[in-house]
């Protein structure tokens, strides 16, 4: 077992695009880490740097206390489970394990042992002597990460290995392979672009946006207290309502909720914690005019504008946040409002996230 440590990691490929751009966490020996953000922002080429299948240009990847900048793949303990897992065709699952091991020159008995526990482990003794093309798809992932496991490295890397599935295997493979890692206790960097997947899995949360890390921490406190507007509607689905506000529109509001805001800002609420109104005393209350419902059975998005918004706002939405005056409520349950219906919502005073105008940084409030 190890831990990992990226200090001030940087790549520029060839050609002269900026992928990471200085980048500085630590995963502890045993921590399950997962590595989130936007596609193209640089989560496999960080993940293929520490697992020395791209060169580094800047800083150091340490892996239990050794720096392995130079060091061949083969010789860093880790092994890697990607999202195109291709098996051997023509091998059999038990030899599809067994082959790097034996490429290793590992005597022939430590090898069926090793084969035969991590089969049991992953529940697929019984198919061990079949051909990848005779396994369901998530038979086969189990064997990939067969393949991993068998090696009993120091870190397990990770790069969107359920990709490939079906959204209800996507989820049984995600609980399995939590539960898998805790037994295990193996150090881990996961990659995904899936907020729910990064959400459930990690002990530490990295999220990254464009080659830099935007916010770490634990999945609860990064959801609970977002760093930027970018995470805050990255973390969290539907996305957080982001309000441009200012002394000419909400502030009022925000005044009587004893709340200062330095000119402009972003006013941040998440669609769960609205209520219809009544509900939140003391807290914020907006009316809304509906224009769509989504009813997904145990909970319902209700989507409406501000039935009171006069713009005002110099503030623009950026990409990825909602245009003002569009707000999503998520209520639980059935119960809904008719389109077109006008209602009262309000959030907690404790509910509310206020964010500089820029989105880049959190604010007191
Ligand atoms: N071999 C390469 N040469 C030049 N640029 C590259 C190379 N590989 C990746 N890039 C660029 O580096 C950036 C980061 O790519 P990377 O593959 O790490 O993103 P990612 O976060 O894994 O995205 P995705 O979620 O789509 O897999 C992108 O702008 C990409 O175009
Ligand atoms: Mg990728």
Redesign the pocket.
Known sequence: MANVVLNDVR?T???G?D??KGINFEVGDGQFCVLV????????????MVAGL?TITGGTIDIGGRVVNEIEPADRDIAMVFQNYALYPHMTVYNNMAYGLRNRGMPKPEIDTRVREAAQILEITPMLDRKPRQLSGGQRQRVAMGRAIVRQPKVFLF??PLSNLDAKLRIAMRVEIRKLQRRLKTTSIY?T?DQLEAMTLADILVV?NG?VVEQIGKPLDIYRKPATTFVASFIGAPPMNLLPVNTNNLGGLLDALQIKIPGDAILGVRPEDFAIAGAAQGGLALELMVDAIERVGAETFVYGTRAHDHGGSTVSARPGELPPGEIIVRLPGEAAPAIGERIKVSAARDKLHLFSADGRSRLPG
Do not use: Q
């Open positions: 790549k490929y060839p050609g695009v992928a990471i953000g936007p596609s193209g922002c640089g989560k496999s080429t960080l993940l293929r791209e790069d969107e990659v672009h990254m080659g």
